[in-house]
């Protein structure tokens, strides 16, 4: 929405909640990883990507696995799909 009041506009933004439990479980795999790698109030450097890993095998029914070697260009558009 916009207004216009005399020579300024004021704009609104309206902020939807998002409902975790209706996102996929690699989505919600791929989200917690990315909370993880940026958040400041982590115990160690570094982040276990395991949960992600299994996730995209079972969402891909094994097409994308640990030991199977795969295109990144078909990885990244099959994620993005």
């Given at each position: 929405?916009?207004?216009?009041?005399?020579?300024?506009?004021?704009?609104?933004?309206?902020?939807?909640?998002?409902?975790?439990?209706?996102?996929?479980?690699?989505?919600?795999?791929?989200?917690?990883?990315?909370?993880?790698?940026?958040?400041?109030?982590?115990?160690?450097?570094?982040?276990?990507?395991?949960?992600l890993?299994?996730?995209?095998?079972v969402?891909?029914?094994?097409?994308?696995t640990?030991?199977?070697?795969?295109?990144?260009?078909?990885?990244?558009?099959?994620?993005?799909?």
């Amino acid at each position: 929405d916009n207004t216009h009041n005399d020579d300024t506009t004021t704009t609104t933004t309206t902020i939807h909640k998002i409902d975790p439990t209706k996102f996929s479980h690699l989505a919600q795999c791929f989200g917690d990883l990315l909370r993880k790698m940026w958040s400041n109030k982590r115990f160690k450097s570094t982040v276990d990507p395991h949960m992600l890993v299994h996730a995209v095998s079972v969402a891909s029914h094994g097409r994308f696995t640990i030991g199977r070697q795969a295109e990144a260009g078909e990885f990244i558009a099959w994620l993005l799909h």
